[in-house]
């Protein structure tokens, strides 16, 4: 049985994904503060985070990750934020992610593979040197 999605639900999740995208830190601190997910996922399986790391927003990353978010997450498509992070060449990003936990060989294509396939020799020292 599938059950409606309340469309009230479905409004707040779309702003907060948003808040996410653009890089809005303390307002979507403030929602997971007060109870929405810090693992909240999209109908693609990205989470707050990936759409954070994959919009450039290193603040908003940080403050997912302080408030319990997992940094090695893959969306439904076997895709890691530290990998669109080294896709998109959010070097703060990628550093925030890399403190919070995140593993460059998680994910298909992991972000090491990712930093290869670019031929990002310093992605892949600072990966080994972890």
């Known amino acids: 049985m599938s059950e409606v999605p ?3 639900v479905i409004e707040l999740a779309t702003k907060v994904f948003d808040l ?6 303390e307002a979507l601190a403030a929602y997971v503060d007060a109870g929405v997910p810090a693992d909240l996922t999209n109908d693609k399986g990205d989470t707050l985070v990936m759409l954070a790391a994959y919009h450039g927003h290193a603040a908003a990353v940080e403050a997912l990750l302080a408030r319990g978010a997992e940094p090695n997450r893959a969306n439904d498509r ?3 934020p530290l990998a669109g ?3 998109k060449g959010e070097d703060a990003v990628i550093r925030a992610l890399l403190a919070g936990g995140a593993d460059p ?7 090491a593979d990712t930093a290869r396939m670019f031929g990002k020799t310093d992605l892949l ?6």
């Open 105 to 111: 060989e998680a994910g298909t294509p992991s972000a």
């Open 6 to 8: 309340d469309p009230e």
């Open 20 to 25: 996410a995208r653009q890089g809005e830190t």
């Open 78 to 80: 076997g895709q890691t």
């Open 85 to 87: 992070a080294v896709f």
């Open 125 to 130: 020292e600072l990966f080994e040197g972890r």
